[in-house]
């Protein structure tokens, strides 16, 4: 069996001395599409133009937000290779970081919407060359209930189908698991309404996004703006039963969700989304328990490297 040099990671509690002007890829082993010979490709490009570079494979959910929000963390660059889920914990670590160093991205992960967002090329040359260039942006980011997102925040079908998709058949099937749980979850499943307050007007509606981001699912639109602008818009839709959601579903796959009948896109700097029960919520594509929620844009920034 070949033993990469970096399978004996150093435990976060255990910080190696990383010196200014580093690289330290945090890698997550189980997000799709993960690839140790691209990771080494990374590596090796990097080291050949000087830069010096540690892999760690993460080996249980927190890691990366853990190493994130420790002060001892002294590199230049913290790269997070894998998907929107282990990029919204490198956000959430560096809050409590006093210095958080730059972020960078290589996307692995099932969908990785903050790839597309930023154009990231899927070359391992190309991603090294991007650390190596040190070209940044500043990554705007909401809060919601206090947490940090970069893409969105849900309430509704969505965030439904987020919760029940079995890790299992997401590692399989990747975004293919995520319509099948659809299928499944759109048929049984009870409507609940909704009521979204935007900086104090009341509208309702069955489904709810705020969007930090211009990309929702994969390439698809969904409003105006994106990560890297500041400031958020929130797409409700009226109607969230199973026909709806297919032409919904239709609209967004040709970029027109917007002007579907029944969807209302509107930018916003405070927003509430509350039930008369709980409804699932989602943040970056992973679970965040249910309404209601609290969302606002701020004026916070981490810089992240861009072709
Ligand atoms: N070693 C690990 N074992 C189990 N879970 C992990 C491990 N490392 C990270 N995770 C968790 O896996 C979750 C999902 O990972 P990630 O977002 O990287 O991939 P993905 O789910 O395939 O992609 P996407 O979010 O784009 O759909 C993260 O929220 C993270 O907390």
């Given at each position: 069996m070949r033993v990469f040099w970096w399978s004996a990671p150093a435990s976060p509690r255990a910080p190696q001395p990383a010196t200014a002007g580093s690289v330290l890829i945090m890698a997550n082993?189980?997000?799709?599409?993960?690839s140790a010979r691209f990771l080494e490709k990374v590596r090796a490009r990097l080291e050949w133009h000087g830069c010096k570079a540690e892999i760690r494979l993460t080996r249980h959910a927190g890691e990366i937000g853990e190493v994130c929000a420790d002060?001892?963390?002294?590199?230049r660059t913290l790269v997070v290779a894998g998907g929107d889920g282990s990029i919204n914990e490198a956000l959430t670590g560096f809050q409590s970081h006093p210095n958080p160093p730059q972020l960078a991205v290589i996307p692995f992960g099932t969908a990785n919407v903050l790839a597309l967002e930023l154009a990231l090329p899927r070359k391992a040359r190309a991603i090294a060359d991007i650390i190596r260039r040190q070209k940044t942006r500043q990554l705007h980011y909401g809060l919601a209930n206090g947490h940090p997102f970069v893409l969105m925040a849900s309430a509704g079908f969505d965030a439904e189908v987020v919760h029940a998709v079995p890790l299992s058949l997401k590692r399989r099937l990747g975004k293919l698991a995520y319509v099948i749980t659809a299928i499944r979850t759109g048929f049984g499943r009870k409507e609940t309404p909704l009521t979204i307050t935007l900086d104090g007007d009341t509208i309702t509606g069955k489904f709810a996004v705020a969007s930090n981001?211009?990309?929702?699912?994969?390439?698809?639109?969904?409003?105006?703006?994106?990560?890297?602008?500041?400031g958020m818009h929130m797409l409700v839709l009226e109607r969230d039963d199973p026909w709806s959601s297919v032409l919904y579903g239709i609209a967004l796959l040709f970029g027109r969700i917007h002007k579907a009948r029944g969807a209302i896109v509107r930018p916003f700097s405070r927003a509430t989304i509350t039930a008369a029960g709980p409804v699932a919520a989602q943040i970056d594509g992973d679970p965040f328990g249910a309404t209601p929620l609290e969302i606002q844009t701020t004026d916070r920034t981490i810089p992240v490297l861009v072709p």
């Open positions: 082993p189980t997000s799709g599409g993960y002060p001892e963390l002294r590199v981001a211009r990309h929702y699912g994969g390439p698809f639109v969904i409003c105006p703006g994106g990560a890297t602008d500041p």
